[in-house]
């Protein structure tokens, strides 16, 4: 009996799917912004909706200027600053004059997709998938003694996208009330928290604005400028940034500074100026500190994300030995690849039959196990010194060779 339908003469079954999989590192670049716009000018209010992604290219001019004056308008401009280009996914939110009242259409809801829930549909809508969040102006207030509700949603819209990070503002009123809100975010890996305000440069005047734009921009510079996400944007001064809105110090080997005290507790700063001081997220609790730098969590976010959509081709496959040995192949290659990057040291695919039981591989399902470590950025580095007494006889012997080229029988040296 044939295994196929009968037919006199010659057929070819074409099947290209039976490939090792591309996994490739998506552009985590893009910047996803949720604000108001209290000053949008009357002729372009309906140009912009509410709630949904927007497209704002920043080599566009007359879209910038739609928004009109305000929070958003300065957030482009100061991410232009750090010398980047890029499409912005822009929600735009009813605007309310009462603070609290703003910062729940910020958040907006998750099941209606508003707010910045709404960055959510991005991919879908404009073909666009935020890698950081941002709403500078609303992130930085501990509503009632308690976690910023933007940043919260921040955290959650970041979990689902995977590979995303929130930018947020602290107090900038001391740095006990910045670690203090750090603190609310102390098992979270997605955010990054930035103290204090920044002096900017726009419009022709120094002002105070929120640092958060100008670190996210300044992740984007770096993953442009080495063509992935894999590498720390710290220490590396800020372009449009002309100063903190209030002193930070720091002194080279003293962990009682100001910029020790805030990175030890989840939150980053500038010194120097603008130096960015920046290696970690939120996260100080003891169950998630591991993966607290920036660096780290982001490699391994990256390589979790690319792999999704790249396996999905897989997926309909008779399950078997050649399927199994086409998605290893698929993985090995992909972590070798960033290996040569420097971005993992080493990893170890796993196949175990424990974790495949019959009954689900009768299912359809099938497990393979992943193991790697991202290869850590340098932020502490120790150097020990102590005397060496011993170097006075290298010196001794070398005073009585001189003397010995000398060849005088009078000059002599002796132990």
Known sequence: MSATSPFVGVRVFSNLRDTVAAIDARDSTVLGLCLPLPNIAAADNAKIPMDEPFRISMDDPA???MLGPGLAQDTINQIASEGIVTDIPFVRVEAKT??????GKIVGSASQKTGLFALLEAKDELKLEPGGLLAPGYTSQRIGSAANPVAMAMDTVCSQIIDCIGYVDTPATSREAAAAYAADFA??????AMYPAARVYLDGQDVVRPLSPHVAAATVRRDKEVGNPFKAAWNRPLKGVRGPSQRVTYRDGDTTSDANFLNQNGVGTLIEGNLLWAPYTTATDPTVRAYRQIKRIRTRRSIEKSMLRALRQYLSEDVGPHLVQLMARALAEACEERKAFNAIIDYTIVYSKSLNPGTFL???????????EETPGLTDLQVF????????DVLSAGIAAALATLGGQNTVATD
């Open 187 to 192: 098992t979270s890996l997605n955010m990054v």
């Open 63 to 65: 879209t910038i200027a």
């Open 98 to 103: 009462d603070l609290e009242a703003q910062i």
């Open 385 to 392: 010194t102590e005397p060496q007494p011993e170097a006075f």
């Open 362 to 372: 009768r299912e359809g399902g099938l497990r393979l196990k992943l193991k790697f």
